[in-house]
């Protein structure tokens, strides 16, 4: 559109497609964060699997370690001593593991669109911009 054709065109159209072009905008910029979104959720969901099957053939490894353990110990001690004694000890482990876990999760951020929010915000700027003018 020519110069001569915006000034020759009435406020009200010109706010008509300002409203417009703003309703495209946000619903643009929502699209983005939802895809955004969506994006982030389905690595998050590969990962949490790959972080589970690793953590499940850890434990069978542990296991077997902490059968070696007690099997050792055995050798000094009677067995079911041997056996309390570790698992006393793995249980001390997993409290603090546990402790300092809730506390990680306590502060974690919920996941933002922030490209989404970034677009968005040098959109509004350019509106502002434009006002001015």
Same mark, same amino acid.
């Not at 998050?44 to 296991?63: P, S």
């Not at 506390?103 to 915000?121: D, K, L, S």
């Given at each position: 559109m020519t110069t001569n054709q915006t000034e020759e065109m009435s406020t009200g159209m010109l706010v008509r497609r300002l409203s417009e072009n703003v309703s495209r905008l946000i619903r643009d910029e929502l699209r983005l964060a939802r895809l955004e979104i969506a994006e982030k959720g389905k690595r !998050?969901? @590969?990962? $949490?699997?790959?972080?589970?099957? !690793?953590?499940? @053939? !850890?434990?069978?490894?542990?296991?077997a370690i902490v059968a070696g353990l007690i099997m050792l110990l055995a050798l000094v001690l009677p067995a079911w001593a041997s056996a309390l004694i570790i698992g006393g000890a793995l249980l001390v482990v997993a409290a603090v593991l546990g402790m300092l876990g809730k @506390?990680? @999760?306590?502060? !974690?951020?919920?996941?933002?669109?922030?490209? $989404?929010?970034?677009?968005?915000?040098t959109d509004v700027e350019l509106m502002k911009e434009k006002a001015r003018r």
């Open positions: !998050a969901g @590969v990962g $949490a699997g790959l972080l589970g099957g !690793a953590g499940f @053939v !850890a434990l069978l490894g542990a296991a @506390v990680q @999760v306590t502060h !974690a951020v919920p996941p933002t669109p922030e490209e $989404a929010i970034r677009g968005m915000r």
